[in-house]
């Protein structure tokens, strides 16, 4: 047994490793046709090997063959497992027809072979969809191709019941076990080399578990309870139906026999009566004989011997008056004497050896007496009488079971164990058990079911049939039901799974791919699942949903767009408008074009006192309407420390300490801030992280102004940032933008970048302020061309035209 | 915009690949936010990001913030363009650019 399950699980194990080498070779690839052959050929040859290399295990050669073919269909691709069956099985039916390789199961195992083959294709594409089997499916492909194998067993040999039985009995738990166990260790093996591999007693959520998965769960154990009580319910009935079967045949053989030893006993009867009365009349005719030759007297040896011939005795004797012995023939002294003594008896007849029962008389002549001994077995084989036992012979019980004649003492007078004697323990459970009932009991050294009958007082017809042959039909009716009923089960199981699957578990991947879409922002998806009743109601409802939450999702877009409207309003109010200024010793121009919506970039200029204008561009990080407000503070903050007269550099200390406070959005603002004397066209800026400002001299062409850096503000707290001096003589100018316009790009992503803008600004110096901005805007729309606008695009110049030109309409300058 | 992650040990490096934009930042603050609690370290390969904007920015501000009280924050393969960006808002003077 266990050298057995050792080299099962060696064969399996060569199997499994096959399996995994050939899926590594392959793997991620698509099989030629030539590969799919060559994958066939070569689990065809291990279903052969396995054929003529089988496990030696009670008389029966045990083998895996069936792996072949499963698994080359299965695990690779349905090409490779038809042929792979047809190999196995075609070599299977010739080696068993002509080379006596287990010729009994040679259609079983050839039609299983071949039908593991296609059965494996069709499960590849139909039910697993060419995709890897889980393990417990790949059991379960094995375990039932090899419940379809011994049950192929039964149905070839109907006539045969009994050595079927013993070679299921034999072969079927582990053939379906180990092929079972080889295509889920297999299938682990893959799983694990694809990295699929999970623990199947991981604890999972309720949420992990497919419908498809819990529903099979649940058809499984419900049809499995089923089969099981459905057998179990077959089996007590088969085993009531078997012992009924057995107490019949008993009860019939018992009466057949009792009637047969009846009329038998009354032949012997009969004979008895018969050989005294031959005996008597035997007698009678040699007096008669003796008289008519002259008397008692004259009868001497010779006669007697004669008349012993003719009439064919045992003995004849004469006897005198005084009952002595005168003449004899074939009687010894010693048998006279015993004679004599039988004769004083009341009996006629004795038995006076139990193989030998013979019948004495005698008749007067004269004085005394002619006796005559007659042997009444020849007498009654003359009347061609035969023996009990012989009788007896021609009586059998069932195919294997015994009869019995026993007398009390335990000797067994007639049937199959004549002559023994019983054990003491069996005489004693004989005594026990009353008669013509049933009981079970190993009289003979096997279990057997018994009845006892009396024959006479003395003897006991004691009638037995093995327990093994009581239960052979419901043994081998089980094996068949059971694997009938595991075959139908599967079938049953695999057509429910595949119709709850088209039925409801399809239905329900499609209304859930809808809802993905929908999720997914495609709000124009209908779901369009129909064919029932709940799918159909749950599509309207869900397309009725959608269509709910899109005019919802449309009022509040709609909302939110005018709220954005009013915050662009807002946050452009808040961007003073008026370039006109009661003087003209300078020009001042900006615009504010926000990107799609509220942006975060502003511009400020504002008077810190009679004469000194600061000007401020920043860009807030981000958009939308946290930039919009943390551009509003941003804008505050510096506005409010500007007019308390700070250095640029501390305006921007001081503002970057006030915006990091709270700043939980992590948003951050670059800014760069000048304030120019307008007296003296001296100019203190700082640059807290912001775009190089651009400077023109007067009469000279604009170029970028590499200023000193800081960090944005509101990145990090106390922050120093380091000013610098700018001094602007009359008919300078100078442009600060935000990074949409060098950032702005065109259909190809390529940026605008500071160059295009020098140039621009290049070719318009000698324009208004008031037109050069808008004619970079329209360069920087015509260069984006289709593209969309990332970002705001925020610019404001600055021309210093200093007091020469400041002299008409100057008022308020300080006295 | 496409994001590699890779977690060596307790450094995770995050390579961008194109634009780090409004539109694109968010899906970058998302990733490091939910990696963050694995890394001690993080290293963000600018090998292949063609433009960065102040919202890409901001992202890498609170990165730098919240890793500063970790392993630190590390800016590598920065191209021109992006250097620029840095240099101009100052944040080459905060951030480990190599």
Same mark, same amino acid.
């Given at each position: 047994m266990l050298s057995m399950i050792l080299k099962m699980s060696a064969v399996t194990a060569l199997y499994v490793l096959l399996t995994a080498l050939i899926w590594l070779r392959t793997r991620g690839r698509k099989l030629s046709l030539i590969q799919k052959l060559a994958i066939g050929l070569i689990y065809g040859a291990c279903a052969v090997l396995s054929t003529h290399f089988g496990v030696d295990y009670s008389h029966m050669m045990l083998n895996v063959r069936d792996l072949g073919p499963l698994s080359a269909g299965l695990f690779f691709d349905p090409v490779s497992g038809m042929l792979a069956g047809l190999i196995g099985g075609i070599e299977r039916y010739i080696a068993g027809t002509?080379?006596? &390789?287990?010729?009994?199961?040679r259609i079983a195992c050839s039609v299983s072979t071949c039908l593991a083959g296609f059965v494996s294709a069709l499960m590849h594409i139909f039910i697993f969809r060419r995709k890897k089997p889980s393990a417990v499916y790949a059991f379960f492909m094995g375990a039932v191709m090899e419940v379809f194998h011994m049950y192929a067993v039964f149905i070839t040999h109907r006539d045969d019941m009994n050595m079927a039985l013993y070679v299921v009995r034999v072969c079927a738990v582990p053939m379906i076990v180990f092929t079972g166990l080889g295509m889920a260790a297999s299938s682990v093996a893959l799983q694990v080399c694809a990295g699929e591999w999970k623990n199947p007693f991981r604890r999972v959520s309720a949420e992990e578990v497919p419908v498809s998965q819990r529903f099979q769960f649940w058809l499984f154990a419900v049809t499995t309870a089923i089969l099981t009580l459905n057998l179990l319910f077959a089996f007590g009935l088969q085993t009531q139906i078997a012992i009924q079967d057995a107490r019949n045949t008993l009860v019939t053989v018992s009466g057949d026999i009792r009637d047969t030893y009846v009329k038998l006993r009354q032949t012997e009867e009969n004979t008895d009566a018969l050989a005294g009365e031959t005996a008597r009349m035997q007698a009678l005719a040699i007096a008669e004989a003796a008289a008519h030759a002259g008397g008692l007297e004259t009868a001497d040896a010779a006669f007697l011997e004669r008349m012993r011939d003719i009439y064919d005795l045992v003995s004849v004797a004469s006897v005198g008056?005084?009952?002595? &012995?005168l003449q004899s023939a074939g009687e010894s002294p010693s048998y006279a004497a015993l004679l004599d003594e039988v004769l004083s008896g %009341?009996?006629?007849? *004795? %038995?006076?050896n139990p193989s030998t029962v013979r019948s004495v008389a005698g008749a007067r002549c004269g004085t005394g007496m002619i006796r005559v001994v007659v042997d009444k077995k020849s007498l009654a084989e003359a009347l061609n009488l035969s023996g009990l036992n012989e009788t007896l012979s021609y009586f059998h019980v069932g195919r294997t079971g015994t009869f019995d004649i026993i007398r009390a003492n335990g000797l067994v007078m007639a049937g199959e164990h004549r002559d023994s004697t019983l054990t003491t323990d069996a005489i004693r459970t004989l005594a026990a058990k009353p008669t013509e009932t049933f009981f079970q009991a190993s009289l003979f050294g096997t279990e057997a079911l018994c009845r006892t009958e009396n024959l006479s007082d003395d003897l006991k017809l004691l009638a037995l049939l093995p327990m093994e042959e009581v239960y052979a039909d419901r043994d081998a009716q089980a094996y068949e039901s059971a694997l009938a009923g595991i075959m139908l089960f599967t079938v049953i199981y695999v057509l429910i799974s595949q119709l709850v699957q088209a039925i409801v578990v399809n239905n329900l991947q499609l209304v859930n791919a809808s809802l993905h879409r929908i999720t997914r922002g495609h709000l124009d998806e209908v779901v369009s699942v129909r064919n029932s009743s709940e799918f159909a109601s749950l599509s309207n409802d869900i397309n009725q949903t959608v269509g709910v939450l899109k005019g919802y999702i449309a009022a509040a877009e709609k909302r939110i767009e005018q709220e954005l409207e009013f915050a662009r309003t807002i946050q452009d109010s808040a961007? !003073?408008?008026?370039?006109?200024? !009661?003087?003209?010793d300078f020009e001042l121009f900006a615009t504010m074009d926000p990107a799609k919506e509220v942006g975060g970039d502003f511009y400020d200029f504002f008077f810190v006192g009679d004469d000194r204008l600061a000007l401020v561009i920043a860009d807030v990080s981000g958009k939308g309407i946290p930039a919009a407000l943390f551009m509003m503070r941003a804008k505050t903050a510096i506005r409010g420390l500007a007019e308390s007269g700070r250095e640029p550099a501390e305006i921007l200390y001081r503002a970057n300490n006030t915006l990091c406070e709270g700043n939980d959005a992590e948003m951050f603002v670059t800014v760069w801030l000048g304030i120019i004397d307008l007296r003296t066209g001296q100019m203190q800026c700082a640059n807290a992280g912001h775009e190089y400002p651009t400077l023109m001299r007067a009469g000279g062409e604009y170029a970028l102004f590499r200023d000193r850096h800081g960090l944005a503000l509101a990145a990090m707290e106390e922050v120093r940032f380091k000013g610098y001096e700018l001094q602007l003589e009359p008919g300078d100018r100078l442009f600060v933008y935000t990074d949409g316009i060098p950032e702005a790009i065109d259909e190809h992503t390529e940026q605008y970048g500071t160059d295009r803008l020098v140039n621009m600004l290049n070719a318009t110096r000698d324009e208004p302020l008031r037109q050069v901005l808008p004619a970079i805007r329209r360069d920087i729309a015509d260069f984006a061309g289709? %593209?969309? *606008?990332f970002d705001d695009i925020t610019m404001l110049g600055f021309a210093y035209y200093g007091s020469e030109k400041g002299g008409d309409g100057h008022e308020g300058t300080d006295a | 915009m496409k994001i590699d992650k890779k977690l060596e040990g307790s450094t995770l490096t995050l390579a961008l690949e194109g634009r780090l934009d409004t539109t694109t930042a968010p899906e970058l603050e998302q990733v490091i936010r939910a990696e963050l609690d694995k890394a001690d370290a993080l290293v963000l390969d600018?090998?292949?990001?063609e433009y960065i904007s102040s919202a890409g920015l901001r992202v890498l501000l609170s990165a730098h913030k919240a890793m500063a009280k970790k392993g630190g924050m590390k800016v590598t393969h920065v191209n021109e363009m992006v250097m620029e960006v840095f240099e101009v808002t100052g944040f080459s003077d905060i951030l480990t650019v190599e």
């Amino acid at each position: 047994m266990l050298s057995m399950i050792l080299k099962m699980s060696a064969v399996t194990a060569l199997y499994v490793l096959l399996t995994a080498l050939i899926w590594l070779r392959t793997r991620g690839r698509k099989l030629s046709l030539i590969q799919k052959l060559a994958i066939g050929l070569i689990y065809g040859a291990c279903a052969v090997l396995s054929t003529h290399f089988g496990v030696d295990y009670s008389h029966m050669m045990l083998n895996v063959r069936d792996l072949g073919p499963l698994s080359a269909g299965l695990f690779f691709d349905p090409v490779s497992g038809m042929l792979a069956g047809l190999i196995g099985g075609i070599e299977r039916y010739i080696a068993g027809t002509y080379w006596g &390789v287990g010729s009994y199961t040679r259609i079983a195992c050839s039609v299983s072979t071949c039908l593991a083959g296609f059965v494996s294709a069709l499960m590849h594409i139909f039910i697993f969809r060419r995709k890897k089997p889980s393990a417990v499916y790949a059991f379960f492909m094995g375990a039932v191709m090899e419940v379809f194998h011994m049950y192929a067993v039964f149905i070839t040999h109907r006539d045969d019941m009994n050595m079927a039985l013993y070679v299921v009995r034999v072969c079927a738990v582990p053939m379906i076990v180990f092929t079972g166990l080889g295509m889920a260790a297999s299938s682990v093996a893959l799983q694990v080399c694809a990295g699929e591999w999970k623990n199947p007693f991981r604890r999972v959520s309720a949420e992990e578990v497919p419908v498809s998965q819990r529903f099979q769960f649940w058809l499984f154990a419900v049809t499995t309870a089923i089969l099981t009580l459905n057998l179990l319910f077959a089996f007590g009935l088969q085993t009531q139906i078997a012992i009924q079967d057995a107490r019949n045949t008993l009860v019939t053989v018992s009466g057949d026999i009792r009637d047969t030893y009846v009329k038998l006993r009354q032949t012997e009867e009969n004979t008895d009566a018969l050989a005294g009365e031959t005996a008597r009349m035997q007698a009678l005719a040699i007096a008669e004989a003796a008289a008519h030759a002259g008397g008692l007297e004259t009868a001497d040896a010779a006669f007697l011997e004669r008349m012993r011939d003719i009439y064919d005795l045992v003995s004849v004797a004469s006897v005198g008056a005084d009952g002595k &012995v005168l003449q004899s023939a074939g009687e010894s002294p010693s048998y006279a004497a015993l004679l004599d003594e039988v004769l004083s008896g %009341a009996s006629e007849s *004795q %038995a006076i050896n139990p193989s030998t029962v013979r019948s004495v008389a005698g008749a007067r002549c004269g004085t005394g007496m002619i006796r005559v001994v007659v042997d009444k077995k020849s007498l009654a084989e003359a009347l061609n009488l035969s023996g009990l036992n012989e009788t007896l012979s021609y009586f059998h019980v069932g195919r294997t079971g015994t009869f019995d004649i026993i007398r009390a003492n335990g000797l067994v007078m007639a049937g199959e164990h004549r002559d023994s004697t019983l054990t003491t323990d069996a005489i004693r459970t004989l005594a026990a058990k009353p008669t013509e009932t049933f009981f079970q009991a190993s009289l003979f050294g096997t279990e057997a079911l018994c009845r006892t009958e009396n024959l006479s007082d003395d003897l006991k017809l004691l009638a037995l049939l093995p327990m093994e042959e009581v239960y052979a039909d419901r043994d081998a009716q089980a094996y068949e039901s059971a694997l009938a009923g595991i075959m139908l089960f599967t079938v049953i199981y695999v057509l429910i799974s595949q119709l709850v699957q088209a039925i409801v578990v399809n239905n329900l991947q499609l209304v859930n791919a809808s809802l993905h879409r929908i999720t997914r922002g495609h709000l124009d998806e209908v779901v369009s699942v129909r064919n029932s009743s709940e799918f159909a109601s749950l599509s309207n409802d869900i397309n009725q949903t959608v269509g709910v939450l899109k005019g919802y999702i449309a009022a509040a877009e709609k909302r939110i767009e005018q709220e954005l409207e009013f915050a662009r309003t807002i946050q452009d109010s808040a961007l !003073p408008k008026n370039f006109t200024f !009661p003087r003209h010793d300078f020009e001042l121009f900006a615009t504010m074009d926000p990107a799609k919506e509220v942006g975060g970039d502003f511009y400020d200029f504002f008077f810190v006192g009679d004469d000194r204008l600061a000007l401020v561009i920043a860009d807030v990080s981000g958009k939308g309407i946290p930039a919009a407000l943390f551009m509003m503070r941003a804008k505050t903050a510096i506005r409010g420390l500007a007019e308390s007269g700070r250095e640029p550099a501390e305006i921007l200390y001081r503002a970057n300490n006030t915006l990091c406070e709270g700043n939980d959005a992590e948003m951050f603002v670059t800014v760069w801030l000048g304030i120019i004397d307008l007296r003296t066209g001296q100019m203190q800026c700082a640059n807290a992280g912001h775009e190089y400002p651009t400077l023109m001299r007067a009469g000279g062409e604009y170029a970028l102004f590499r200023d000193r850096h800081g960090l944005a503000l509101a990145a990090m707290e106390e922050v120093r940032f380091k000013g610098y001096e700018l001094q602007l003589e009359p008919g300078d100018r100078l442009f600060v933008y935000t990074d949409g316009i060098p950032e702005a790009i065109d259909e190809h992503t390529e940026q605008y970048g500071t160059d295009r803008l020098v140039n621009m600004l290049n070719a318009t110096r000698d324009e208004p302020l008031r037109q050069v901005l808008p004619a970079i805007r329209r360069d920087i729309a015509d260069f984006a061309g289709g %593209a969309e *606008q990332f970002d705001d695009i925020t610019m404001l110049g600055f021309a210093y035209y200093g007091s020469e030109k400041g002299g008409d309409g100057h008022e308020g300058t300080d006295a | 915009m496409k994001i590699d992650k890779k977690l060596e040990g307790s450094t995770l490096t995050l390579a961008l690949e194109g634009r780090l934009d409004t539109t694109t930042a968010p899906e970058l603050e998302q990733v490091i936010r939910a990696e963050l609690d694995k890394a001690d370290a993080l290293v963000l390969d600018f090998g292949k990001l063609e433009y960065i904007s102040s919202a890409g920015l901001r992202v890498l501000l609170s990165a730098h913030k919240a890793m500063a009280k970790k392993g630190g924050m590390k800016v590598t393969h920065v191209n021109e363009m992006v250097m620029e960006v840095f240099e101009v808002t100052g944040f080459s003077d905060i951030l480990t650019v190599e």
